[in-house]
């Protein structure tokens, strides 16, 4: 019987550009976790409603497409987002005039403070986490850009 040590092109895991940008990425979504939790928001409502203050920042309407597409986050979770994002009174939605399918979305004052707040918490994350990174930070966005660039 072969080896099972020949089913795998390197040594150890840690060589696999893959698996690395896993283990990467779950360590730093774990930050972010346990940064948000302190608030009351998971990270994908989070990040949700940064997408939606981004947009209102640059346009008067934003509908939950636009959000779910800026945020590259699927539209059926987006909606039941938003859902619990209106629950906790954080973020209020209408029908557009426009479009009565299309759903209008805007932070309300409460979500807005929260979302001040998140955005404290993640900056600092994010400053400790990438910190390690040393000046590089610039070049490693620029990686990961091209990345998103090919999905």
Do not use: Y
Not at 45 to 73: G, K, Y
Not at 135 to 140: I, L, T
């Amino acid at each position: 019987m072969e080896s099972d040590k020949t089913i795998f092109p390197f040594e150890k895991p840690e060589d696999d550009t893959g698996f690395l940008l896993w283990q990467v990425t779950m360590r730093w979504q774990r930050r972010m976790k346990q940064g948000l939790d302190s608030i009351g928001l998971t990270h994908t409502q989070f990040v949700l409603m940064a997408a939606t203050q981004w947009l209102l920042n640059i346009q008067e309407d934003v509908n939950q497409i636009e959000v779910a597409h800026r945020a590259q986050v699927d539209k059926m979770m987006t909606s039941k987002v938003f859902k619990t994002l209106v629950g906790k009174q954080l973020v209020r939605m209408r029908a557009s005039t426009e479009d009565k399918r299309a759903k209008l979305v805007m932070l309300t004052p409460q979500g807005r403070k929260v979302l001040q707040s998140a955005l404290s918490i993640a900056e600092s994350i994010d400053a400790e986490f990438f910190s390690l990174l040393k000046g590089q930070e610039a070049e490693f966005q620029r990686m990961m850009q091209l990345l998103m660039r090919e999905g």
